[in-house]
């Protein structure tokens, strides 16, 4: 059993930058590929990014590419998503999601959520 916990959501103008946090509990950590997804109001829910096992491989949207950075601390069992130059468009609410096998895109459905932080971008 893995649980997620992420931290670091807010309001930020847009152009700005914000750090989301998510803690894992367990001994595993570095079993699971962590990666993050976003649904807005109204719309689907949409994948974000992704990072390997050790880190070595991560993917992004390309909506998000060249202005998020994933990365992650397997000896803290945290992952981060650093989001700069944000848009009103990301707008939405974050989730910390974990899995032992791969997972790049909208329709994947990891074993373990977080409960979400809310990031608001205000134009």
């Known amino acids: 059993q893995v649980q997620l916990v992420e931290s670091g959501g807010g309001l930020v103008q847009a152009g700005g930058s914000l750090r989301l946090s998510c803690a894992a509990s367990g001994r595993t950590f570095s079993s699971y590929v962590m990666g993050w997804f976003r649904q807005a109001p109204g719309k689907e829910r949409e994948f974000v990014a992704a990072?390997?096992?050790?880190?070595?491989?991560?993917r992004y949207a390309d909506s998000v590419k060249g202005r998020f950075t994933i990365s992650r601390e397997n000896a803290k069992n945290t992952v981060s998503l650093q989001m700069n130059s944000l848009k009103p468009e990301d707008t939405a609410v974050y989730y910390c999601?974990?899995?032992?096998?791969?997972?790049?895109?909208?329709?994947?459905?990891?074993?373990?959520w977080g409960q979400g932080t809310q990031v608001t971008v205000s134009s």
């Open positions: 999601a974990a899995d032992r096998t791969p997972f790049y895109d909208d329709y994947a459905l990891p074993e373990y």
């Open positions: 990072i390997t096992w050790r880190g070595i491989n991560t």
